[in-house]
Nanobody, 127 residues
Framework: QVQLVESGGGLVQPGGSLRLSCAASGTIFSINVMGWYRQAPGKQRELVAVATSGGRTNYADSVKGRFTVSRDYAKNTVYLQMNSLSPEDTAVYYC?????????????????????WGQGTQVTVSS
C-alpha cells in the first residue's frame, strides 16, 4: 500500500500563508494524479487542487489565484502553497494519490492502486 505522509498544517491568521507537503513512500513507479482535498466540519470532502503527471493542474474555484499546487516528481512529493488564507479555508487537508503503480516487497509484485489517502493535516485560519 502506498503511504502518504503530510506535513505543514497549523494555525495562521487571516491573510497569512502556509505550505503543505505530502510525500509518497515506497518503491513507486508512477503516480498519475497527486493533490489535495479538504473537509471542513459538517461538510463533504472537496477537491482543492491536483496536478497530473503531465503537468496539468486543476483547482477549486474558491482557491484559484490564492493556492498553487506543485509536484516534485523525483521525490514523489506534492506541495500546496496557500496564500491569502481566510477562515473559510479552515479544514482538514488530505493528500491524495490516484492511479499509482508501485512495487510491493511483501508479495514481490507490481501493484496498481487508485485513490490512496494521507491521514490529514489540520489547517486553521483564525485571528
Amino acid at each position: 500500500q502506498v503511504q502518504l505522509v503530510e506535513s505543514g498544517g497549523g494555525l495562521v491568521q487571516p491573510g497569512g500563508s502556509l505550505r503543505l507537503s505530502c510525500a509518497a513512500s515506497g518503491t513507486i513507479f508512477s503516480i498519475n494524479v497527486m493533490g489535495w482535498y479538504r473537509q471542513a466540519p459538517g461538510k463533504q470532502r472537496e477537491l482543492v487542487a491536483v496536478a497530473t503527471s503531465g503537468g496539468r493542474t486543476n483547482y477549486a474555484d474558491s482557491v484559484k489565484g490564492r493556492f498553487t499546487v506543485s509536484r516534485d516528481y523525483a521525490k514523489n512529493t506534492v506541495y500546496l502553497q496557500m496564500n491569502s488564507l481566510s477562515p473559510e479555508d479552515t479544514a482538514v487537508y488530505y493528500c491524495n494519490a490516484d492511479r499509482v503503480t508501485y512495487y510491493d516487497h511483501t508479495t514481490n509484485t507490481r501493484v496498481y492502486t487508485e485513490n490512496s489517502w494521507g491521514q490529514g493535516t489540520q489547517v486553521t485560519v483564525s485571528s
